[in-house]
């Protein structure tokens, strides 16, 4: 089994690959990225690396968000990012899902088969279920999800009109998304043999590594997949700044060093 790469960055880069923002602008380094308004990853700063001028670097994050109509967000590894985080907090950004990163090594082992069906593209079923559970959007946005859901190459797979998911082969690594079930067929077993169709498929193809992000909150899926051996292996967190980035004028920037970053 293949061990977890410590760092933020590599969590950062893995999320920020395999759940690709529409519109993305770089401004002192950090990536800003906007996709109306449509997941809080996609529509949040990568603050990635040290820029010579932090507090430049957060105007110009929240004129970016400005000018989309929209608050300001960043992605925030707070163990790793201790003084970014500190200076949004003193800027008035709150903090908001907290989201727990884990991950699981994967056997070299032929798949066991199963009833999963696996595609490269999202079909209009597998949208609609997983939209109907977890898009969390508004209608105008679903063109904004369907652009993120097939940025990248990936695997689609269906169990019996019930549950789905979405798989993104990563070199060696399998990140794990969007796994879904109808609410009316939840507790029948379907994401436990989707997630393992799924962690098979990667296995065969490769992968070494599986990961996934699921929200702090949500203690059920957390305990599905310890079942299925994933750990925790880090935490990040959103700050979230008022519309029109008042912030910006109400607190000093961050001076001094920002540590270096796998993923809802």
């Known amino acids: 089994m293949a061990e977890p790469e410590a760092g933020h960055e590599t969590w950062a880069r893995l999320l920020d690959a395999a759940w690709p923002a529409v519109r993305v602008e770089e401004r002192h380094g950090w990536l800003l990225r906007h996709a109306d308004g449509f997941s809080s990853r996609a529509n949040s700063v990568w603050p990635r690396g040290e820029p010579a001028d932090p507090g430049a670097a957060i105007a110009a994050a929240e004129d ?42 994967l056997p070299a082992a032929p798949p066991s088969g199963g009833g ?27 063109a904004a999800a369907r652009a993120i859901l097939t940025g990248c190459p990936a695997w689609y797979g269906a169990l019996d009109e019930a549950a789905v998911v979405r798989a993104v082969p990563q070199a060696d690594r399998l990140g794990i998304y969007c796994l879904a079930v109808a609410p009316e067929r939840r507790g029948r077993g379907y ?53 029109g980035g008042a912030g910006a004028q109400t607190a000093a920037a961050p001076r001094g060093g920002r540590r270096p970053k796998p993923s809802v």
């Open 64 to 105: 970016f968000y400005a000018r989309h109509g929209a608050a300001p967000r960043f992605q925030i590894f707070p163990e790793a990012q201790p003084e970014l985080d500190a200076a949004l907090a003193a800027r008035g950004y709150r903090a908001e899902r907290a989201t727990v990163a884990m991950s699981a090594g």
């Open 191 to 243: 994401a436990r043999e989707l997630l393992a169709a799924a962690l098979d498929r990667g296995a065969a193809h490769g992968c070494r590594e599986a990961y996934l992000m699921v929200t702090e909150s949500n203690s059920a899926a957390i305990r599905l997949y310890r079942s299925a051996g994933f750990e925790p292996r880090g935490r990040y967190h959103y700050r979230v700044g008022p519309a």
């Open 116 to 142: 999963a069906a696996f595609g490269a593209r999202p079909g209009p079923d597998w949208f609609e279920l997983w939209w109907a559970v977890d898009g969390r959007g508004a209608p105008a946005q679903r």
